[in-house]
């Protein structure tokens, strides 16, 4: 069972570079987000989605593209590279909300940097 | 603006002790409250996680106690053991959003052997 799985592992790109970071889960779950953990800093919500063809707007979405065809996939797109989206990025899953509250899992991360 | 914070950025004990990390919340909007465990170059890994309905939650040897009326929770691990060094992150979501997590930021759990 592979879970939530992220490629690439590690990507290192130019100012003004675009590139697609791609997430997949294996448990058919409904639910998907993207976060960015910063140096010393928690987790902080990009995008999410709710199911197949909708999304929304996390804490700092700015840069950030998501669409959700698939359930399984989640890809995240940065459009134009900037150094401030220097990051590792995670992806997560997870089902079930309101009375059966069920916790997100995390892939391992992408490691961006952009120079 | 923290919504939820963990106030030691780290904590050191001794094999077999208890370790208490804890956790403050100032939105009255979350509902559902989780710890995760981090080890690096590693995703989170979810620990234990208690509603708001709930004040005490175990799951062997960790325990999540939730205050509501001080906006504050603790993960209690006991024993502690050398594997459980790792980062450990508070996180929480509004009521029927669990993948709005917001999250503190973490605290580095040392356990000596």
């Known amino acids: 069972n592979a879970g939530v799985t992220q490629t690439p592992k590690f990507q290192v790109l130019k100012t003004g570079q675009s590139m697609t970071l791609q997430c997949a889960q294996d448990?058919?779950?409904?639910?998907m987000s993207w976060y960015r953990q910063d140096p010393g800093m928690g987790l902080r919500l990009i995008h999410y989605s709710v199911g197949a063809g909708i999304t929304d707007q996390g804490e700092v979405p700015n840069g950030y593209n998501v669409s959700r065809s698939t359930t399984e996939d989640f890809p995240l797109r940065l459009l134009s590279a900037a150094p401030s989206q220097t990051s590792v990025y995670f992806c997560?899953?997870?089902?079930?909300?309101?009375?059966?509250?069920?916790?997100?899992?995390f892939g391992d991360g992408t490691r961006l940097s952009i120079l | 603006d923290q919504q939820v914070k963990q106030n030691s950025p780290s904590l050191s004990v001794q094999e077999g002790r208890i370790s208490i990390l804890n956790c403050d919340y100032t939105?009255?909007?979350?509902?559902?409250f989780l710890w995760y465990k981090k080890y690096p170059a590693e995703g989170p890994t979810f620990l234990i996680s208690i509603s708001s309905i709930k004040d005490k939650n175990e799951d062997g040897r960790f325990t999540v106690f939730l205050n509501k009326s001080a906006k504050h929770l603790s993960l209690h691990i006991v024993p502690s053991q050398p594997g459980d060094s790792a980062v450990y992150f508070c996180?929480?979501?509004?009521?029927?959003?669990?993948?709005?997590?917001?999250f503190g930021k973490g605290t580095l759990l040392t356990v000596n052997p």
């Open positions: 996180a929480a979501s509004p009521r029927g959003s669990n993948y709005k997590l917001t």
């Open positions: 448990m058919n779950h409904e639910y």
């Open positions: 997560a899953s997870s089902s079930g909300t309101g009375e059966d509250n069920q916790p997100q899992h």
């Open positions: 939105n009255s909007m979350f509902d559902y």
